[in-house]
């Protein structure tokens, strides 16, 4: 069955500071990879897709079939950045198996 | 982006009762639109894909006479908890699609707490 996971619960970093969440999946079929973010009191929205390989806020990550990995990163965290940050993989049809999530606190 | 919207956002019954949760998309036509139940401090698990016109597709473990789908217009997905009890208290979470591969958009949740 499908699976991802995020190992870190709650994230600090300083402002300026790199940020990196990690996000390893388990899936037999062609794996396509999301992150979303929640900002306070907001809905779940895309950040990011594996496919469109772009940066999106000075976001970036990388698919790493090899470790199955899609970790997300950022070379300098903004005040803005704190949110919660859900690691997601489509296993058909846009069927979405969620991490557990990062929250990430970007301390001034 | 595209707007979903869930109603409502917060909802108590008493134990047995039934309760309904909409999820409309307001400037699309949602032709697939995915049901998500979230546990505190857990993550979100899919409960069920409705389409528009046909009958739901529920993951396992998920009940479907427990938790009933309709899909009966492209705007507009229902999801209704049957005879609930304290246990199914939670975070329900509807996201809308136009088709296979194009972004889902999501809701805003709706607390359902069972008493």
């Known amino acids: 069955a499908q699976r991802v996971t995020q190992p870190e619960k709650l994230l600090s970093v300083f402002k300026g500071a790199p940020v990196e969440l990690k996000c390893n999946y388990s899936?037999?079929?062609?794996?396509?990879l999301f992150w979303y973010v929640q900002y306070s009191r907001q809905r779940l929205q895309l950040l990011l897709r594996?496919?469109s390989r772009e940066s999106i806020k000075g976001f970036t990550a990388d698919l790493n079939k090899g470790e199955t990995s899609f970790h997300l990163k950022k070379p300098f965290a903004q005040e803005e950045d704190s949110a919660m940050y859900y690691c997601a993989l489509n296993y058909g049809n846009n069927r979405l198996a969620f991490g557990k999530g990062n929250q990430v606190v970007v301390i001034p | 982006g595209a707007v979903v919207s869930q109603h409502p956002s917060r909802v108590i019954c008493k134990s047995g009762t039934s309760v309904k949760i909409e999820c409309r998309s307001l400037d699309f036509q949602a032709t697939t639109m995915f049901w998500y139940r979230q546990f505190p401090k857990k993550s979100l698990m899919l409960m069920a894909t409705?389409?528009?016109?046909?009958?739901?597709?529920?993951e396992q473990g998920v009940e479907k006479d427990k938790f009933l789908i309709n899909h009966a217009s492209l705007t507009l997905s229902t999801l209704t908890v049957t005879s609930a009890h304290p246990e199914d208290s939670s975070f329900y979470i509807c996201?809308?699609?136009?088709?296979?591969?194009?972004?889902?958009?999501f809701g805003q949740g709706t607390r359902l707490t069972v008493v």
């Open positions: 899936y037999s079929g062609s794996p396509e």
């Open positions: 996201s809308a699609s136009q088709g296979v591969n194009t972004e889902a958009f």
């Open positions: 409705s389409n528009e016109g046909s009958k739901a597709t529920y």
């Open positions: 594996h496919i």
